[in-house]
């Protein structure tokens, strides 16, 4: 009884921070631009973000969108920076990439209209990459195809590889379909190397991944930590430093951070703590803060 008692006060503990995040987004003002991308020449790596940890790249002759969402609202938390880019400004897309199943990561709204996006522009639709037992979540959106990676499972396209990565989260789409799969992704052509984290906290793999694989820009997550019991599945900054170094890359690209408010940190604190912690570190020069929808080419 007494257990039940504590567990009941937890639920309802947690029910009161979430309903203050919800009454907080509500009546926040939403800011931000929204830009026309810049197209890469001579074999560039084009980054541009577009928002919360959605980035479209361009490498290796392939248009990509990884873990797209482009809501004005997320179920009842309003998002508070516009996308950086609208999808009409995208060129046709050739491959999509979800790092988990999230609703803030895998956004079938988005999916189904990048698929139609694409199919207008150029006649058929894109490929989209998943993690293992994902692929009947976005199966009926469109897809040319669907491909399913385990960790360190590599998928060819053209000039370019993506190789799934191991992170530390989970990839529950709803409470009790644990059995679905999560990770980052390192992008390869024969210039260029780009990982994106998705969702994680910091753990040891950062250095088998910078060991296996050498990736020359990280987009790492800094945001959404506290509570302090958030960073079992999420990075603050001194994190994501931390997991920069671990890397060993030449670029660090903060995400996950300042669009929605999905924990109790202050909008604008992420980034503060980060330009504290690369200073400390020695890497202040090596952070590239991105606005969003506007082109960084490496």
């Known amino acids: 009884m007494l257990k039940a008692t504590l567990s009941n006060a937890g639920l309802r503990k947690r029910a009161r921070q979430f309903g203050r995040l919800v009454r907080h987004s509500a009546v926040t003002t939403r800011i931000g631009e929204t830009h026309t991308p810049d197209f890469v020449s001579n074999g560039e790596l084009g980054v541009t973000f577009i928002g919360h940890a959605s980035f479209f790249l361009q490498i290796g002759g392939n248009n990509v969108v990884i873990d797209p969402n482009f809501a004005r609202w997320l179920f009842v938390l309003k998002r508070l920076r516009k996308p950086g880019l609208r999808i009409q400004d995208l060129p046709a897309i050739d491959l999509i990439l979800v790092t988990h199943a999230?609703?803030?990561?895998?956004?079938?709204?988005?999916?189904?209209?990048?698929?139609?996006?694409?199919?207008?522009?150029?006649?058929?639709?894109?490929?989209?990459?998943?993690?293992?037992h994902v692929a009947d979540l976005v199966s009926d959106l469109g897809f040319r195809?669907?491909?399913?990676?385990?960790?360190?499972?590599?998928?060819?396209?053209?000039?370019?590889?993506?190789?799934?990565?191991?992170?530390?989260?989970?990839?529950?789409?709803?409470?009790?379909?644990?059995?679905?799969?999560?990770?980052?992704?390192?992008?390869?052509?024969?210039?260029?190397?780009?990982?994106?984290?998705?969702?994680?906290?910091?753990?040891?793999?950062?250095?088998?991944?910078?060991?296996?694989?050498?990736?020359?820009?990280?987009?790492?997550?800094i945001g959404a930590y506290n509570p302090p019991s958030f960073r079992n599945v999420h990075a603050n900054p001194a994190d994501a430093t931390r997991a920069f170094l671990d890397l060993h890359a030449q670029w660090m690209v903060p995400m996950h951070y300042g669009t929605f408010r999905l924990s109790h940190e202050p909008m604008e604190e992420p980034l503060e703590l980060l330009r504290q912690e690369a200073k400390t570190a020695g890497v202040s020069e090596q952070v590239v803060v991105l606005q969003e929808g506007v082109t960084k080419f490496f």
């Open 102 to 132: 999230h609703f803030d990561h895998l956004h079938r709204p988005s999916l189904r209209a990048i698929v139609r996006h694409t199919q207008r522009k150029r006649g058929y639709p894109p490929t989209i990459v998943v993690p293992h």
């Open 145 to 221: 195809d669907v491909i399913e990676l385990d960790w360190w499972n590599t998928y060819s396209r053209g000039k370019m590889t993506v190789t799934h990565v191991p992170s530390r989260h989970w990839g529950a789409r709803i409470l009790r379909d644990a059995h679905r799969g999560y990770g980052g992704y390192v992008l390869r052509d024969n210039k260029h190397s780009i990982y994106h984290a998705g969702d994680t906290a910091y753990f040891p793999g950062f250095r088998e991944i910078g060991h296996r694989l050498s990736p020359e820009v990280a987009l790492l997550p």
